[in-house]
């Protein structure tokens, strides 16, 4: 069993609290021992700061890096060379519902000359089937190599 610790800091009292709605800056900070703290804030549409990390953009972040790093490690595995990764990840937030709609991924993998792109392709599966992150979300995830 591992553990993982975080401290949210609310950092938008501007002098009254809560006291009103409109009253109130969104901006936070995430601490993590021993780690660079993250700026974060609601996304602009609720009142949060453009330049700040919001909480939409990193469970998507978390979803994509763990898919990645699931990936490398089969790669790995499988004698499959990969020297270069990317993913252009995006999700949609429904508010009717509340909720996040769906994620997609769509990463780019780049091979060293020889690598079996039909290996490389199949893995995409295995490695959703094996992240942490996706495995514990509700979510739809779609993976678009």
């Not at 974060?40 to 979803?63: I, T, Y």
């Not at 790093?69 to 937030?93: I, K």
């Not at 792109?117 to 992240?131: N, P």
Request: hydrophobic residues 45%; contains cysteine; charged residues 25%.
């Amino acid at each position: 069993m591992h553990r993982y610790a975080t401290r949210t800091v609310w950092e938008g009292n501007l002098g009254e609290g809560t006291a009103r709605y409109t009253g109130y800056g969104r901006a936070y900070r995430v601490v993590i021992a021993g780690k660079a703290d993250l700026a974060g804030s609601a996304d602009p549409a609720f009142r949060g700061q453009a330049d700040r990390h919001n909480p939409e953009e990193l469970f998507l972040a978390a979803v994509s890096a763990c898919h990645m790093l699931s990936y490398l490690a089969l790669c790995a595995r499988r004698g499959l060379r990969v020297v270069g990764y990317q993913d252009t990840a995006e999700a949609r937030l429904d508010l009717d519902a509340g909720r996040l709609a769906d994620l997609t991924l769509r990463p780019e993998v780049i091979l060293a000359p020889g690598g079996d792109a039909a290996v490389a392709a199949e893995l995409h599966d295995a490695a959703h089937a094996r992240c942490f992150i996706a495995r514990s979300c509700a979510v739809p995830i779609r993976v678009l190599p």
